[in-house]
């Protein structure tokens, strides 16, 4: 039997996902590795920036089961992904990991956010509510990881837009929903752009207007 | 229909807690600013400072909603006080107006605390329970925001009399209902005492004992 | 009446608890002083230190009521234990103090990890999400602590064996109920390895391996 659309979709969907939580996993490795913490360092931090912002989404909307108890393999993949990164990983490979991952972390941004609009839509929560809940579950795991490794976060300091596209696509998504269009494809085309969004700007090197005061 | 004194109060009272929030938003809002955070930083530092403690508060209580989930207007009069701040405000007012906030920030200091020990109270949790959270309500938006800035907390290294009046005024908060005040006249009395001791506390330049160790 | 061996045994575990609460509050207590907080900063960290982890345990898995909220007097004599601290205590013996609290603090990993696990597995949680409750209601008291104090935390970068021990004592504790011990034996028994191992790896100066990168 030939899969149907919706499998195939679903399919794409857990792959995108896949990639983008190893990308948010290893953004995490990268900076304990940067400050020399220890292996328990390493994986704690890995681990709160992949699972950090759906965890405190679900905390503040008061969801349960966490997507990491649901999954707990997912717990064991970034121990393993650590534990070799640990021992092979060489100085030589973090700037070409740190290449490698803008695209996934891009992919990751786009769903996770538009992810966590949904699940505050689904419970009826204000516009400003929904907007809120997509922009922390892209970035609080980064916020996180900074927090944990003593710097100011960079997704609130670095004058790079990364959360202004969670917010602004996530507006997109309520607007599309609100005028009618099914949940999967505004989900889809939604994430898609505001990953192409954050693509261009990295790659463009876009800014955020600097305070003149 | 003239107002009765209910009503008045409860006018009065919504009008501080407006000036309130208001005060720890700027509070928040100058940090980022002289942070040097982009406007998404100044947006998240700003309202993790209006809202922290009140939401660790009912996290710790399991209460929900949160207060800006159920009056979620808030989010906006933030976000648009953030941008406003960001695009019109000048080196130069930041010091004025963090000399602007020391009242409405007392006020804050006041309201926030008693209402946190009532919710305690209303839950039957004991006194230290009671004042424990009277001064996290009081004082944990500005922990986070100190925090996100990557200081060690000014709550807890100024020496400067704060939580320390949140946790007197709530003590005889307890005290007086115990011995039959109504909720009301006790609330007023005890926001409005820890209010002004933070007040007279600023400007005579108080300071909580040192350690000689 | 004799005491049953169950009753002596429960005597023994109380014992030993407030031995290890003790110590966590004391490291607490020993950082703010380190730190020059004041009074109230003080008595949070030293707390935080104490009741962080057990707490974040206990938002992670839906438990309520907080341990530090049904045994409230626990906060009475953090308070009590700091405020004489603050007022006795002098810097020579602060080092001292460091010292004596290293075993009770073995004791406080042994416990509170095997505590934390046995819940989790109470909860019929995944191997690897009751590993991580071990781990961190063992070491989040101390994160938090470090965090406020605007440092790395020490469980995550001075590469001494502390958490591993959480997690291999832990898993030793799965097994073991897996083929039918007893819960007190299996929890005694673990906890018990823990503390020993930690205690040897303290005066022998065990350490992880660095990254070589």
Same mark, same amino acid.
């Given at each position: 039997?030939?899969?149907?659309?919706?499998?195939?979709?679903?399919?794409?969907?857990?792959?995108?996902?896949?990639?983008?939580?190893?990308?948010?996993?290893?953004?995490?490795?990268?900076?304990?590795?940067?400050?020399?913490?220890?292996? =328990? !360092?390493?994986? $704690?931090?890995?681990?709160?920036?992949?699972?950090?912002?759906? @965890? /405190?989404?679900?905390?503040? %909307?008061?969801?349960?089961?966490?997507?990491?108890?649901?999954?707990?393999?997912?717990?064991?993949?970034?121990?393993?992904?650590?534990?070799?990164?640990?021992?092979?990983?060489?100085?030589?490979?973090?700037?070409?990991?740190?290449?490698?991952?803008?695209?996934?972390?891009?992919?990751?941004?786009?769903?996770?956010?538009? =992810? !966590?609009?949904? $699940?505050?839509?689904?419970?009826?929560?204000?516009?400003?509510? @929904? /907007?809120?809940?997509?922009? %922390?579950?892209?970035?609080?795991?980064?916020?996180?990881?900074?927090?944990?490794?003593?710097?100011?976060?960079?997704?609130?300091?670095?004058?790079?837009?990364?959360?202004?596209?969670?917010?602004?696509?996530?507006?997109?998504?309520?607007?599309?929903?609100?005028?009618?269009?099914?949940?999967?494809?505004?989900?889809?085309?939604?994430?898609?752009?505001?990953?192409?969004?954050?693509?261009?700007?990295?790659?463009?090197?876009?800014?955020?207007?600097?305070?003149?005061?």
């Amino acid at each position: 039997m030939h899969p149907t659309i919706n499998e195939s979709l679903h399919y794409a969907m857990t792959s995108l996902e896949v990639l983008a939580v190893l990308a948010f996993a290893c953004s995490g490795l990268i900076a304990g590795l940067r400050k020399q913490l220890d292996l =328990v !360092g390493i994986c $704690m931090v890995s681990g709160a920036t992949a699972f950090g912002g759906g @965890t /405190l989404r679900d905390i503040l %909307l008061d969801r349960r089961p966490f997507f990491w108890m649901e999954n707990a393999y997912w717990l064991w993949i970034i121990l393993f992904l650590c534990v070799i990164a640990t021992i092979f990983m060489k100085r030589r490979h973090v700037e070409f990991t740190e290449r490698a991952i803008q695209v996934p972390d891009a992919i990751g941004l786009g769903l996770f956010s538009v =992810v !966590g609009a949904q $699940m505050a839509l689904d419970l009826g929560m204000p516009i400003i509510v @929904t /907007l809120l809940m997509a922009v %922390l579950s892209a970035i609080f795991g980064g916020v996180l990881r900074d927090m944990i490794c003593n710097e100011i976060p960079k997704a609130f300091s670095d004058h790079q837009p990364y959360a202004i596209f969670a917010f602004l696509g996530s507006a997109l998504l309520i607007i599309l929903q609100s005028i009618g269009w099914s949940e999967w494809l505004s989900l889809s085309l939604c994430a898609l752009l505001i990953a192409l969004l954050r693509i261009v700007a990295v790659y463009q090197r876009w800014e955020l207007p600097r305070w003149q005061g």
